[in-house]
């Protein structure tokens, strides 16, 4: 497989929810030709709107220009329908964080796409080996973990899982470059490298909150201009949701049984509340 990553023309994206969109519209801008994939098309053109404002912004902003916008929305093809992604060299899969969604979708994109594609997964918190297991070839499985928001995060994770091939993971670190990421190698540990670091301490974050009575907009000052942090960990959390978060979190504490990784119920009230953040309107701030 190793003249693959040579020969990457068409990337398909499975999911378009914040993320899926964001890697979808990186492979535009990087000029794939871009087939997204949803449920249902409702949500599709809802990831195409996105997309194309976000794009629409840089024009104004004259990070770029006009006819390379157009073309870069013309490039993305929707579907409700894996069979489009036949054609396919990389499908980046970034559906909901479920492994018997993973499975189903994983067992399906196998079926569909050519002997050579390589199935990458955007999971944060799964194992790429226990997503790969349901593959007859699971050696061309590998994860590429994107970070909130894709656009904007320079970072993509490169996961190289028990049965990777050495140049499917090689082809997945040239992709990462490509999409105008800085790949990091990583193996399949919990968490890998950010999450494993980024989890408890945002867990840290919310129990503090607690512990000490300071407000959510007090800690994210005091970490924004005390700690060097783009934006304070209140104000992440609503960014990244409460949903994932505490998702992410248990699937971290399930595997490292570390009290730190399990999701401080202050978080956990706030995601049966409905409180997710900026999703819903709501969470540690409001937004209308
Ligand atoms: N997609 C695409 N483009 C976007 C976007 C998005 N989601 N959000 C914003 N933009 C564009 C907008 O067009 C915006 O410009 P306008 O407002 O003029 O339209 C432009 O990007 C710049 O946006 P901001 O002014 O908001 O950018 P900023 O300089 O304030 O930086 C930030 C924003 C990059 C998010 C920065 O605050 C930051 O680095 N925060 C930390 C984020 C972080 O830690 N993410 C990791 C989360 S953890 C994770 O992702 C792991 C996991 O598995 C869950």
């Not at 974050?205 to 005390?226: F, K, S």
Request: charged fraction near 25%; charge should be negative.
């Amino acid at each position: 497989m190793a003249a693959m990553a040579l020969s990457i023309s068409t990337v398909g994206v499975v999911g378009l929810g914040a993320m899926g969109s964001g890697i979808a519209q990186l492979a535009l801008e990087a000029g794939f030709d871009t087939v997204g994939h949803e449920v249902d098309l409702a949500r599709a053109e809802a990831a195409r709107d996105r997309i194309a404002h976000f794009l629409t912004r840089k024009v104004e902003k004259g990070q770029l220009d006009q006819a390379v916008r157009d073309d870069a929305v013309g490039r993305l093809r929707l579907t409700t329908d894996l069979a489009d992604l036949a054609g396919c060299e990389v499908v980046i899969e970034a559906a909901f964080e479920d492994l018997a969604v993973k499975h189903q979708l994983f067992r399906e994109l196998e079926a569909t796409v050519g002997a050579e594609a390589i199935l990458a997964t955007n999971t944060s918190a799964l194992s790429v080996t226990e997503i790969a297991s349901v593959l007859e070839r699971p050696e061309r499985a590998v994860g590429m973990h994107f970070f909130n928001p894709a656009p904007l995060m320079p970072l993509v994770e490169i996961v190289r899982a028990e049965r990777t091939a050495e140049d499917v993971f090689e082809a997945a670190f040239e992709l990462g470059g490509r999409l105008g990421k800085t790949p990091i190698r990583c193996t399949d540990t919990p968490g890998f490298v950010v999450n494993r670091v980024l989890i408890p301490l945002l867990n840290d974050c919310v129990r503090i909150l607690d512990e000490t009575g300071v407000t959510p907009a007090d800690l994210d000052a005091g970490m924004q201009h005390g700690a060097g942090w783009p934006m304070g960990p209140c104000a992440l959390l609503d960014l990244v949701g409460a949903d994932v978060h505490v998702h992410a979190s248990e699937a971290l504490y399930e595997k490292l049984r570390e009290p730190r990784m399990a999701p401080p119920p202050r978080l956990v009230r706030m995601l049966q509340a409905g409180k997710l953040g900026r999703k819903t309107g709501e969470g540690f701030y409001t937004y209308t």
